[in-house]
């Protein structure tokens, strides 16, 4: 994701949003695998798109924000 690459996953739906950044399909389903493998690859400008929301997503959980929402937390629980 960090490349801008969609992705092709069988879960982790608060990383990969199904038709947004990628595909998810059903577990140990060989078939779904490669037809969502396929249906990313055959079109050059959904493999553009898709892979510019993986970046997006991605960058949510970078440290460095991770860490300013924690601090934001602490800080709203120390007001209170």
């Known amino acids: ?3 801008g690459r ?4 069988t879960g ?3 990383l990969v949003k199904n038709g947004v950044n990628g595909c998810v399909i059903p577990k140990r389903n060989a078939e779904k695998l490669a037809e969502a493998i396929l ?5 050059e400008s959904k493999r553009h798109i898709m892979g510019k929301h993986s970046q997006k997503i991605v960058e ?7 860490a300013k929402i924690a ?3 602490y800080e709203n629980l120390l007001k209170k």
């Open 39 to 43: 249906k990313i690859y055959c079109s």
């Open 6 to 9: 969609p992705v092709v996953s």
């Open 1 to 3: 994701m960090v490349w």
């Open 60 to 66: 949510e959980y970078d440290w460095s924000n991770i």
């Open 71 to 73: 601090i934001k937390k």
């Open 12 to 14: 982790q739906e608060f």
